[in-house]
Nanobody
Framework: QVQLVESGGGSVQAGGSLRLSCAAS??????MGWFRQAPGKEREGIAV???????SVADSVKGRFTISKDDAKNILYLQMNSLKPEDTAMYYC???????????????????????WGQGTQVTVSS
């Protein structure tokens, strides 16, 4: 059983920055990523690492958000700059439950795999 614990959310004004962290225990595969869901909207993949460490980033945040990770500490990060009110959402860290879904290439921004999910951290951006 993998536990994912997010932190770092909060309230900022438009143009501000936040850094989210996700601590994974005991460990996961290379496949980890960030998703978000705003009220009344579908969940959206934001940025993920695939099985070889390649990053996929959604067009809606490209150039503003950066995903990174500390493999030694099993921590995933999301640096969010130039935040906009439309970035307001609950942000979740996720990783596929089955190693096969990572190494088969099923894991990605469009989540079709059975995943572990963190409890979420709220990001609110005011104009």
């Amino acid at each position: 059983q993998v536990q994912l614990v997010e932190s770092g959310g909060g309230s900022v004004q438009a143009g501000g920055s936040l850094r989210l962290s996700c601590a994974a225990s005991p460990y996961t595969t290379n496949c980890m990523g960030w998703f978000r869901q705003a009220p009344g909207k579908e969940r959206e993949g934001i940025a993920v690492f695939d099985r070889v460490g390649f990053k996929s980033v959604a067009d809606s945040v490209k150039g503003r958000f950066t995903i990174s990770k500390d493999d030694a500490k099993n921590i995933l990060y999301l640096q969010m700059n130039s935040l906009k009110p439309e970035d307001t959402a609950m942000y979740y860290c996720a990783a596929p439950r089955k190693s096969y879904d990572c190494y088969s290439g099923s894991w990605g921004l469009v989540s079709v795999t059975d995943n572990y999910w963190g409890q979420g951290t709220q990001v609110t951006v005011s104009s």
